[in-house]
T-cell receptor, first 113, second 110 residues
């Protein structure tokens, strides 16, 4: 069955430190890949997406993600975290262009001053 | 403003009552979705719709009913609410594979 795994439920980093959030998926072909961010009490906002082409994609707020086919991974990175990045982050995969996505369980990011 | 509007944003109801969560989009996207968000489960798909009068079950459809008589509206009904349906519900529409979310409806079933 198709699935998405975010191994880290909770991550704490210091402000200014680098960040990497992990995402692995299970599927035979290359899916559509997404990272969404959710601030408390808010809906989900798209950070970035990968459909095809260059495997390193740039998103909003200084985030980037790299698709690694051999590892079935799509990890999210940011070189220097800001306190405003504290939120919950969701990786999602889709297997067509319909928008029907499977979400990971989410990773909560806490930023220490 | 353009986008997806959900109502009500907050709802408290009792076990056994019928509840309808409304979702309206102004983009005319073909696909619309209902997800529920629960701690430890991320977002799980309840129902989705490819167009007016076309709906299909997602991962967790039991206890829910949807309809889509117009492209812009996609209401979700809990016919007899249960405590296990206490959750935050998100409506979304899609364009080119990307989902656009509403702000969510927080439902508490007592």
């Amino acid at each position: 069955a198709q699935s998405v795994t975010q191994p880290d439920i909770h991550i704490t980093v210091s402000e200014g430190a680098s960040l990497e959030l992990r995402c692995n998926y299970s599927y035979g072909a290359t899916p559509y890949l997404f990272w969404y961010v959710q601030s408390p009490g808010q809906g989900l906002q798209l950070l970035l997406k990968y459909f095809s082409g260059d495997t390193l994609v740039q998103g909003i707020k200084g985030f980037e993600a790299e698709f690694k086919r051999s590892q079935s991974s799509f990890n999210l990175r940011k070189p220097s975290v800001h306190w405003s990045d504290a939120a919950e982050y969701f990786c999602a995969v889709g297997f067509s262009n319909t928008g029907k996505l499977i979400f990971g369980q989410g990773t909560t990011l806490q930023v220490k001053p | 403003d353009a986008g997806i509007t959900q109502s009500p944003r907050y709802k408290i109801t009792e076990t056994g009552r019928q509840v309808t969560l409304m979702c309206h989009q102004t983009w005319s996207h073909s696909y619309m979705f209902w997800y529920r968000q629960d701690l430890g489960h991320g977002l799980r798909l309840i129902y989705y719709s490819a167009a007016a009068d076309i709906t299909d079950k997602g991962e967790v459809p039991d206890g829910y009913v949807v309809s889509r008589s117009k492209t812009e509206n996609f209401p979700l009904t809990l016919e007899s609410a249960t405590r296990s349906q206490t959750s935050v519900y998100f409506c979304a529409s899609s364009e080119g594979g990307e989902l656009f979310f509403g702000e969510g409806s927080r439902l508490t079933v007592l």
